[in-house]
């Protein structure tokens, strides 16, 4: 799978959008953009994931670049209880391989909203 | 509905003696997946079953580390002869089925080897 890159820490206000960036570079055709979360003392929360095509749900938008090397994830009024550390795993999908749907998680993004 | 639960929530063992960490996946998911996070290492990737079988198990760290699911339901994660390297939060996640569908986690098994 290939590898992310992601800032260790970031600020935010609470209110305001909160722009999480991604790098990968490496990223194969066959991999999937996913981001997850993890609240202190909690198992990891799914957020969104995406291929090629930007995505939104209810809790946030994930926007891929044309090349698909990098992307942001967007909280768009970030609240208190969205602090957490914010993890980007690029994963790959095909059947038959002994990755798939394995998450390998890096170091992710500390985010702390403040009021 | 239920998500995903895991027992004990929290051992403390001694050194040398053998712990079973259970997982009840949401039901009807068919993908189930160990992980361990511990201070040093981060999350790391244990193993996956697709039902009953386990076609990934590149993760398990030796061969002290055993799983097995039955039912396509149950996991049980084993550790024998426990050591202190293995003192971690043992978390387990499932999915509608293997690939690109999200992963559903449960609280943890906070294991301590003492």
């Known amino acids: 799978d290939a590898k992310t890159t992601q800032p260790p820490s970031m600020d935010c206000a609470e209110g305001r959008a909160a722009n999480l960036p991604c790098n990968h570079s490496?990223?194969?055709?066959?991999?999937?953009v996913y981001w997850y979360r993890q609240i202190h003392s909690q198992g990891p929360q799914y957020i969104i994931h995406?291929?090629?095509n930007n995505e939104t749900n209810e809790m946030a938008s994930l926007i891929i670049t044309e090349d698909r090397k990098s992307s942001t994830l967007i909280l768009p009024h970030a609240t208190l209880r969205d602090t957490a550390v914010y993890y980007c795993?690029?994963?790959?999908?095909?059947?038959?391989?002994?990755?798939?749907?394995?998450?390998?998680f890096g170091q992710g993004t500390i985010l702390t909203v403040h009021p | 509905g239920a998500g995903v639960s895991q027992s004990p929530s929290n051992k403390v063992t001694e050194k040398g003696k053998d712990v079973e960490l259970r997982c009840d996946p949401i039901?009807?998911?068919?993908?189930l997946y160990w992980y361990r996070q511990s201070l040093g290492q981060g999350l790391e990737f244990l193993i996956y079953?697709?039902?009953?079988?386990?076609?990934?198990k590149s993760g398990l760290p030796s061969d002290r580390f055993s799983a097995e699911r039955t039912g396509g339901s149950v996991s049980t994660l084993t550790i024998q002869r426990t050591q202190q390297e293995d003192s971690a939060v043992y978390l387990c996640?499932?999915?509608?089925?293997?690939?690109?569908?999200?992963?559903?986690f449960g609280p943890g098994t906070r294991l301590t080897v003492t």
């Open positions: 490496t990223i194969s055709g066959n991999e999937y």
């Open positions: 079953f697709q039902g009953n079988s386990a076609p990934d």
């Open positions: 039901s009807g998911h068919t993908a």
């Open positions: 795993i690029v994963s790959s999908a095909n059947a038959g391989g002994t990755s798939y749907g394995k998450l390998t």
């Open positions: 996640a499932s999915s509608k089925r293997e690939g690109r569908y999200e992963q559903y």
């Open positions: 995406g291929l090629k």
